[in-house]
């Protein structure tokens, strides 16, 4: 991957000794690839929580991108997409663990 497609750690996230990266997700290969820290937390629901903030901030950074977008039309229209996912996968998931 070259350096200019890597993105910027949150300066929070180098200031905090207990920080922790919890997922990375790439495109490659003509796919999505992920690399995922699983049992970083015991309930699922905080990754449901994980999920909702990202889509928050992907809909807010379009918005400072694109300066006529609509944060909550993005936001439906991802949850659209979301939901087509979820109830008709367009992949099925493979991998391995790795650590």
């Given amino acids: 991957m070259g350096v200019d497609k890597a993105l910027t750690i949150p300066p929070a996230a180098q200031r905090d000794k207990a920080s922790f990266e919890v997922m990375r997700v790439w495109i490659a290969e003509k796919g999505q690839h992920v690399s995922i820290q699983a049992g970083a937390w015991d309930?699922?629901?905080?990754?449901?929580?994980?999920?909702?903030?990202?889509?928050?901030?992907?809909?807010?950074?379009?918005?400072?991108?694109?300066?006529?977008?609509?944060?909550?039309?993005?936001?439906?229209?991802?949850?659209?997409?979301?939901?087509?996912?979820?109830?008709?996968?367009t992949d099925e998931p493979d991998g391995e663990v790795t650590q």
């Fill in 43 to 89: 309930d699922p629901f905080a990754w449901g929580i994980v999920l909702a903030d990202l889509a928050r901030h992907i809909a807010n950074a379009d918005q400072l991108q694109n300066k006529k977008a609509d944060p909550d039309a993005f936001l439906a229209r991802l949850l659209e997409g979301f939901q087509a996912e979820i109830d008709d996968p």
